[in-house]
Each structure stands twice: as structure tokens, then as C-alpha cells.
């Protein structure tokens, strides 16, 4: 959740008042707006919670608002028809960012059939108003087909794919574990087998016909003083139709990624104070699996927006300092930052590796500087324990290959003792082990790969005249 500890604060204390608002009972049933007041002060104790990260709080008091809502049917219609549907699609979200997939799924389903019902009323459904219908029902399309992005909670493990070894190097055995197959796992999950491995994500045909639906029926609504949100929605959509920002699959996932780039940049200008409109922004500059095989031209494409969204994302903290959800967001595009400008060190000329990898090591610093912060209020998170040694071991390979063996060596220790406690706090956990063998790699390489000065620079290859820019 996108708030500052002193909003917290001030949130913690607001429960309590609503709490004690919620528990307040009418003498009885026959009073519609006792029930209407009690409703309203539980579901915002719901939407506090949620705000507060605490989620399976939020999810106890929308299901008591939904059951309240249900129990009186003579005093629906007192309340907004879609009232039901923002209850279970608040419910989906903190099911989905507790990692109950599952259970995120049929909430928006049900959602979902709410909409249909409400829809089929004919002359009584039109009171709820077609902008407002419209927005309810794009944004549970885009509930219902969100992907969970690795790395931005505390239960949320690496990827497997993020942690492929150098290509610089001889084969080894163990090179079937790391490239047979890619996979993500939703947050919450510390226990990886092959079983589970899932192909690089691309959404299926009935989840890329909704996502489109959904930016039609935007598309459809007439503008008016409020459509900030429909517009922020509308991008969120089209970034899940891209999938992947910088790699799409298809011509379609192309031209949905640049119109979602294109409509956040127009809504910068138009808001450039708007901290929605920023995030939205950091997140869709960066919104792709920077672990694939690149060209160079793609790869010098993918760290362009990566930069911006770096500089963008810098700008966001420093307007809303000590809000957790912006802080991940950065730390991790830093880390496919480093992850890019690594994939040049190692497939291009020598100039390339040293300017490209004294900027994947600056990266990686400021990504563990950040991580190192939020790792001392939850020390024993997974998720940012074993992403901390990630970081590490990262930059352990950037210092080797730029001539640096000595603190390369260092950081390989303090990365091979996070890897070992993490295997002992999770001791079923693949990433863990996988880490682990990362590190002995590393340090074969290490051994093998030959120093250079690290003094030694050469011409940005982004300005060389025979360079990707440059051709």
C-alpha cells in the first residue's frame, strides 16, 4: 500500500474509531440507516486495513460487510447497486496479495456475476449510471487477469530465471537446472519444484479477449471532470495485454505496450503532480523480464526506460518519503537495470563491459543500500532476505569482471551466508539452493576470468559510431 508511516498513524487510529462505529448495534433491523451506518463503518474498516497491509484483516471485515449486506435484502436498495461488487473485488486483492490465488480468482468471478445480474435489470439497473457501471466493470477484467509481479512483498521470492549464471563461462552441469525452464511464483510460496514450472507468461486467448474488452468499454465512456482514473485503469489494462513491455510476443502485445507508454507520458504532462499517474508510470517503464537473451538494440531500449523510470521513481519518494510499496518498486528497477547493463558487459567489446558494468555495479549498491533499510523493520522476510543475497552475489560478479577480485571475494562471502541461512530458516526451498550453486559458480569464475584495471574506460557505446545508436 502506497502510504507514508505518518499516514499510517493516523490510518491505525481511524480503525479504532471505526471499529468501535461498526460494533455499535441498532435496537433493531427496521432502521435503515442504523443498518446503512454499521455497513458503511465496517467496510471501511475493511478498506483501512488494506491500506495498513494488514490484509487478512481486510479481508474478515469485507466479508462482514458482505454478509450484512446480505442478511436485509429490504434495505439494498438504500445502498449503491455496485456496493457488492467493490466488496468482493477489495476482497480478490487481498487474496491475491496474500498469494490465495485461488481464492483472489472467485472473488472477482463473483464480482463478475454481479455486474451480469445488474446489467440484466433493465430500467433499475440504469440508475447506477453508465460511467460508473463501465469503470466497475473494467476494472474487475483487470482484477480478474492481473499478474502478481515478483519481488515486491516480503513473502515474494526471485524468480528462478533471475537467477541464470554468468554466459561468460564454459558449460557446466548444472546448467540444465538454472535454463530448463522459467518460472514465477506468487508471493508466499518458499517450496519450488519442476512440477510447477510454468513458460514465460503470455495470456491466454480468453484473458487477452477481456483485457481488449476492457479497453473498449473505457474507450466508450464519454469524458468528463473524473477520468484520471479511467485513464490510469485503461493503461493498467493494456500493460497486462502487453505482458511483457520491452519483449511482447505479438504485434497486438507491441501496440498495447506503446499506447499504455504513450497515455502515461500524455497524463505526466497533463499531471505532473499526480502520484498515481507517477507510479503508474515507474511501474509500466518497467514492467518487463529483464532475464531474457537480448539483442543489443533491445537491450539498449530496455535500459533508456528503465533509466526514466529510475528517475521518476526517485522523484515519487522524495514526494512521499518512507512509503514501502515505492521503495520496492525502485530497488527493483534498479535490479533489472544492472541486470540489462550485465547482458552488454558480457556479449559486447571490452569498452562496452567496463562503462556498462561500472553502471550495473552503481545500480546493484543502491538497490542493496535500499533493501538493507527496509530488511530491518522484517529481518526475517524470505522475500527480502533471499532478494538481498541476489543483489549480492550480482554485484560480486560485476566487481570481478571489471577487475575489483578483492571485494568481489567479500561479497561472495557475505552472499554465500545469506544464501546458507536462508536454506536453513526455509530448508525445502529451491531458490534457496539455487542461490547457492550461483554462488560456487561465481566463484569459479571468478578464479578463471582474468583481472582487469579498473581504470581502464571507453567511449559511451550508446554515442560510438559503430555502436547499436550508432549504426
Request: net charge neutral; hydrophobic share 40%.
Given at each position: 500500500?502506497?502510504?507514508?508511516?505518518?499516514?499510517?498513524?493516523?490510518?491505525?487510529?481511524?480503525?479504532?474509531?471505526?471499529?468501535?462505529?461498526?460494533?455499535?448495534?441498532?435496537?433493531?433491523?427496521?432502521?435503515?440507516?442504523?443498518?446503512?451506518?454499521?455497513?458503511?463503518?465496517?467496510?471501511?474498516?475493511?478498506?483501512?486495513?488494506?491500506?495498513?497491509?494488514?490484509?487478512?484483516?481486510?479481508?474478515?471485515?469485507?466479508?462482514?460487510?458482505?454478509?450484512?449486506?446480505?442478511?436485509?435484502?429490504?434495505?439494498?436498495?438504500?445502498?449503491?447497486?455496485?456496493?457488492?461488487?467493490?466488496?468482493h473485488n477489495r476482497?480478490?486483492?487481498?487474496?491475491?496479495?496474500?498469494?490465495?490465488?485461488?481464492?483472489?480468482?472467485?472473488?472477482?468471478?463473483?464480482?463478475?456475476?454481479?455486474?451480469?445480474?445488474?446489467?440484466?435489470?433493465?430500467?433499475?439497473g440504469?440508475?447506477?449510471?453508465?460511467?460508473?457501471?463501465?469503470?466497475?466493470?473494467?476494472?474487475?477484467?483487470?482484477?480478474?487477469?492481473?499478474?502478481?509481479?515478483?519481488?515486491h512483498?516480503?513473502?515474494?521470492?526471485?524468480?528462478?530465471?533471475?537467477?541464470?549464471?554468468?554466459r561468460?563461462?564454459?558449460?557446466?552441469?548444472?546448467?540444465?537446472?538454472?535454463?530448463?525452464?522459467?518460472?514465477?511464483?506468487?508471493?508466499?510460496?518458499?517450496?519450488?519444484?519442476?512440477?510447477?514450472?510454468?513458460?514465460?507468461?503470455?495470456?491466454?486467448?480468453?484473458?487477452?479477449?477481456?483485457?481488449?474488452?476492457?479497453?473498449?468499454?473505457?474507450?466508450?465512456?464519454?469524458?468528463?471532470?473524473?477520468?484520471?482514473?479511467?485513464?490510469?485503469?485503461?493503461?493498467?489494462?493494456?500493460?497486462?495485454?502487453?505482458?511483457?513491455?520491452?519483449?511482447?510476443?505479438?504485434?497486438?502485445?507491441?501496440?498495447?505496450?506503446?499506447?499504455?507508454?504513450?497515455?502515461?507520458?500524455?497524463?505526466?504532462?497533463?499531471?505532473?503532480?499526480?502520484?498515481?499517474?507517477?507510479?503508474?508510470?515507474?511501474?509500466?517503464?518497467?514492467?518487463?523480464?529483464a532475464?531474457?537473451?537480448m539483442?543489443?538494440?533491445?537491450?539498449?531500449?530496455?535500459?533508456?526506460?528503465?533509466?526514466?523510470?529510475?528517475?521518476?521513481?526517485?522523484?515519487?519518494?522524495?514526494?512521499?518519503?518512507?512509503?514501502?510499496?515505492h521503495?520496492?518498486?525502485?530497488?527493483?528497477?534498479?535490479f533489472?537495470?544492472?541486470?540489462?547493463?550485465?547482458?552488454?558487459?558480457?556479449?559486447?567489446?571490452l569498452?562496452?563491459?567496463?562503462?556498462?558494468?561500472?553502471?550495473?555495479?552503481?545500480?546493484?549498491?543502491?538497490?542493496?543500500?535500499?533493501?538493507?533499510?527496509?530488511?530491518?523493520?522484517?529481518?526475517?522476510a524470505?522475500?527480502?532476505?533471499?532478494?538481498?543475497?541476489?543483489?549480492q552475489?550480482?554485484?560480486?560478479?560485476?566487481?570481478?569482471?571489471?577487475?575489483?577480485?578483492?571485494?568481489?571475494?567479500?561479497?561472495l562471502?557475505?552472499?554465500?551466508?545469506?544464501?546458507?541461512?536462508?536454506?536453513q530458516?526455509?530448508?525445502?526451498?529451491?531458490?534457496?539452493?539455487?542461490?547457492?550453486?550461483?554462488?560456487?559458480?561465481?566463484?569459479?569464475?571468478l578464479?578463471?576470468?582474468?583481472?582487469?584495471?579498473?581504470?581502464?574506460?571507453?567511449?559511451?557505446?550508446?554515442?560510438?559510431?559503430?555502436?547499436?545508436r550508432?549504426?
Open positions: 500500500p502506497a502510504i507514508s508511516p505518518q499516514t499510517a498513524t493516523l490510518l491505525q487510529d481511524l480503525v479504532k474509531y471505526y471499529e468501535r462505529l461498526a460494533n455499535v448495534q441498532p435496537n433493531n433491523d427496521e432502521n435503515p440507516s442504523s443498518w446503512i451506518a454499521t455497513l458503511r463503518a465496517r467496510q471501511q474498516v475493511g478498506m483501512l486495513h488494506h491500506r495498513l497491509g494488514g490484509f487478512r484483516e481486510a479481508i474478515d471485515a469485507f466479508e462482514q460487510t458482505i454478509d450484512r449486506l446480505d442478511s436485509n435484502p429490504r434495505f439494498r436498495h438504500h445502498v449503491h447497486p455496485l456496493l457488492a461488487v467493490e466488496l476482497k480478490g486483492q487481498a487474496h491475491r496479495l496474500l498469494g490465495e490465488r485461488e481464492a483472489a480468482e472467485s472473488c472477482h468471478e463473483t464480482a463478475f456475476q454481479l455486474l451480469a445480474t445488474i446489467s440484466a435489470m433493465g430500467s433499475s440504469e440508475r447506477v449510471g453508465q460511467s460508473r457501471f463501465a469503470y466497475a466493470k473494467a476494472r474487475t477484467i483487470y482484477l480478474l487477469h492481473a499478474r502478481a509481479r515478483p519481488g512483498g516480503p513473502e515474494s521470492l526471485p524468480p528462478l530465471e533471475a537467477l541464470q549464471p554468468s561468460n563461462r564454459p558449460p557446466h552441469p548444472w546448467d540444465d537446472f538454472f535454463y530448463s525452464w522459467t518460472r514465477e511464483f506468487p508471493p508466499g510460496d518458499t517450496a519450488m519444484t519442476p512440477d510447477r514450472a510454468r513458460p514465460r507468461f503470455v495470456p491466454n486467448a480468453q484473458a487477452m479477449d477481456q483485457l481488449q474488452q476492457g479497453v473498449a468499454i473505457l474507450d466508450a465512456v464519454e469524458p468528463n471532470e473524473s477520468e484520471l482514473p479511467y485513464l490510469l485503469l485503461k493503461a493498467a489494462l493494456l500493460r497486462e495485454v502487453a505482458a511483457d513491455m520491452l519483449n511482447p510476443a505479438s504485434e497486438v502485445q507491441a501496440n498495447a505496450a506503446t499506447a499504455a507508454i504513450d497515455l502515461l507520458v500524455e497524463l505526466r504532462e497533463r499531471y505532473p503532480k499526480d502520484v498515481r499517474v507517477a507510479a503508474a508510470l515507474v511501474r509500466t517503464l518497467a514492467d518487463m523480464n532475464f531474457l537473451p539483442d543489443p538494440e533491445r537491450l539498449f531500449l530496455g535500459i533508456e526506460r528503465l533509466e526514466s523510470a529510475q528517475r521518476f521513481g526517485v522523484e515519487l519518494l522524495s514526494n512521499q518519503v518512507g512509503v514501502r510499496s521503495e520496492l518498486e525502485l530497488i527493483h528497477v534498479r533489472k537495470h544492472s541486470a540489462l547493463c550485465q547482458q552488454l558487459a558480457e556479449s559486447g567489446p569498452h562496452w563491459r567496463h562503462e556498462f558494468d561500472q553502471q550495473a555495479a552503481t545500480s546493484l549498491r543502491q538497490a542493496i543500500a535500499s533493501i538493507l533499510i527496509i530488511r530491518r523493520h522484517e529481518p526475517e524470505p522475500g527480502y532476505m533471499m532478494w538481498q543475497a541476489l543483489f552475489t550480482r554485484l560480486a560478479e560485476v566487481l570481478g569482471r571489471i577487475g575489483q577480485n578483492e571485494r568481489a571475494e567479500a561479497k562471502e557475505l552472499a554465500a551466508n545469506r544464501w546458507n541461512a536462508a536454506e530458516r526455509f530448508p525445502d526451498s529451491e531458490i534457496a539452493k539455487a542461490g547457492q550453486r550461483l554462488v560456487t559458480l561465481a566463484r569459479e569464475n578464479r578463471r576470468e582474468p583481472p582487469r584495471p579498473d581504470d581502464r574506460r571507453g567511449p559511451d557505446p550508446r554515442k560510438a559510431p559503430n555502436g547499436p550508432g549504426r
